[in-house]
C-alpha cells in the first residue's frame, strides 16, 4: 500500500514539476516521465469462464526507443499481449504478440480488432463501474501500474 502511495505521490510531483497534467485514469505516467499511458478500459466480462481484454495507448515522449514486452494483472491468472488477426480464409484469430516497440516521440495502441491485453484465467469478473490495476512491463525495466476501468459489456471504448 505504502507502495503504491509512494509511486502516485512520485508521479505527482514529477507532473507538477514538468507542468505535465496530473496522472489521472485518462493519463497515467511513468516514473520517469517519458512513457504516457492513455485512455485505458476495459469491457465488463461475462462471468469468469471466458478472458477479457483491456485496451490503451501508450506514447514514447522520451529519446530512446522502447519495448513493451508483457503485463502482469493480479485480476487474471495469465495477462498477455495479443493481436487479433485475419486469415486467409477471412476468419479472425488470436495470437501472442511480440515485444513491441515504440519509437521515440511514437505510440502504439492496444484496441478492439488489432493487439490488446488478453486477460486470461479471471480470478473474478470484471464489473462496469468497477477499476483494476495492470501493470505495463518495459524492456528499460520500467514498471508502470495504471487503474483501468471497467466499462459495459458492448463498449467500443471510452468515448462511446
Known amino acids: 500500500m505504502f507502495k503504491t502511495f509512494a509511486k502516485?505521490?512520485?508521479s505527482?510531483?514529477?507532473a507538477?514539476?514538468?507542468?505535465l497534467p496530473m496522472a489521472s485514469s485518462a493519463q497515467q505516467l511513468s516514473e520517469n516521465a517519458s512513457i504516457v499511458v492513455e485512455s485505458p478500459w476495459a469491457r465488463a466480462s461475462l462471468g469468469m469462464s471466458r478472458p477479457g481484454g483491456a485496451y490503451l495507448t501508450v506514447r514514447n515522449e522520451g529519446s530512446e526507443p522502447i519495448s513493451l514486452i508483457g503485463l502482469r494483472a493480479e485480476i487474471s491468472g495469465m495477462a498477455s499481449i495479443h493481436e487479433t488477426r485475419t486469415n486467409s480464409d477471412g476468419v479472425s484469430i488470436m495470437a501472442p504478440a511480440d515485444n513491441i516497440v515504440?519509437?521515440?516521440?511514437?505510440?502504439?495502441?492496444l484496441e478492439p480488432g488489432g493487439y490488446h491485453a488478453m486477460?486470461?484465467?479471471?480470478?473474478s469478473p470484471l464489473v462496469e463501474g468497477e477499476t483494476f490495476p495492470l501493470?505495463?512491463?518495459?524492456?528499460?525495466?520500467?514498471?508502470?501500474?495504471?487503474?483501468?476501468?471497467v466499462l459495459g459489456i458492448g463498449a467500443r471504448g471510452p468515448e462511446g
Do not use: K, N
Request: glycine content about 8%; proline content about 8%.
Open 119 to 123: 486477460l486470461m484465467q479471471l480470478q
Open 135 to 149: 501493470t505495463l512491463l518495459f524492456s528499460d525495466r520500467t514498471e508502470l501500474e495504471i487503474t483501468v476501468p
Open 16 to 19: 507538477l514539476l514538468m507542468g
Open 8 to 10: 502516485a505521490i512520485q
Open 12 to 14: 505527482l510531483s514529477v
Open 102 to 109: 515504440i519509437p521515440p516521440g511514437g505510440m502504439f495502441a
